[in-house]
């Protein structure tokens, strides 16, 4: 990767001098100071990769991984959600400032067996492990990637990190789904499978606009609180408890209302607006 990452770089200044860019080329001052931010930006990317292989080293020396395992097991035999909790705390902590397959290599030796071993499918173990891996990656106080957006964008890193969970609050909840309902992983029967993609793809349709405070148009508490509810009553499992299915199907009705109540007054208002 290093290597391609400098041959590119190269690459690009020699096409900027050949071809241009609208009309304009590089200079040897503009190429010192592409360097020199690079340098500066990179500073910060490898100081939080140095502190996660210290977490790694430190792992692979004392043992930890297995005294984890026996210690998530015996936690996790009354307490399936307490378990995924834990769990997804621990998988974010190992994740800090990896890629992707060395994330999912760490957190599927350390993470995913206990939760095989308690009777969670083996796919949605591993994909639940996987997920809460990756969104390290946006996660307080280690989070790589919204730090890296933050310095291109000139923004604030911490407050870049705590939007970036905001808009992704999905990748949180999903993956406790995949547990709960292997039938969203196409663990199934074919209606299973598709009644629960469509209830999902609501819910995390209509969460998302309650987190975003905006349909058609800005919404107030009161409606943004209504959207959540129905959001959560969309996300909830058809098998986690007794009545859960009709559950959700209230509030397939209540996010039916409310997508149909904003669309009419966003209607009425635009229709007073031009009249004025």
């Known amino acids: 990767p290093e290597e391609a990452a400098l041959w590119a770089a190269v690459t690009v200044i020699l096409v900027n001098w050949v071809f ?59 307490n399936l959600y307490g378990l995924l909790a834990i769990t997804a705390v621990v998988c974010i902590i190992l994740g800090m400032g990896m ?11 350390l993470a995913a067996p206990p939760l095989i071993k308690l009777g ?16 390290s990656l946006i996660t307080p106080p280690v989070a790589v990637a919204a730090f890296v957006a933050a310095n291109l964008a000139g923004a604030k890193p911490m407050e870049t990190a705590f939007t970036a969970v905001r808009i992704g609050w999905t990748a949180l909840v999903v993956p406790v789904i995949f547990v709960t309902t292997p039938a969203l992983i196409m663990q199934g029967e074919v209606i299973d499978i598709v009644l629960a993609f ?40 058809a098998n986690a408890f007794p009545g859960a299915g009709w559950l959700e ?14 669309t009419r007054g966003s209607r009425i208002s635009n229709t007073a607006q031009v009249k004025t």
């Open 198 to 237: 469509a209830s999902c793809a609501a819910g995390v349709w209509i969460g998302t606009v309650a987190f975003m405070g905006y349909f058609s148009r800005p919404m107030g508490a009161v409606v943004r609180i209504a959207f959540v509810l129905a959001a959560t009553a969309l996300l909830i499992p």
């Open 99 to 109: 890629p992707t397959t060395a994330i999912y290599l760490l957190v599927a030796l």
């Open 20 to 78: 241009g860019y609208k009309g304009l080329r590089m200079t040897p001052t503009e190429i010192y100071h592409a360097v020199r931010d690079t340098g500066v930006t990179g500073v910060d990317i490898v100081v939080i990769g140095a502190m996660a292989g210290f977490i790694i080293g430190v792992v692979e020396t004392t043992g930890l991984g297995n005294g984890l395992t026996i210690v998530l097991i015996q936690f996790g035999e009354d």
């Open 249 to 262: 199907i209230g509030g397939a009705c209540l996010a039916a209302l409310l997508v149909v109540t904003e």
């Open 120 to 135: 969670v499918n083996p796919i949605a173990a591993h994909m639940f492990v996987l997920y809460f891996g990756i969104v």
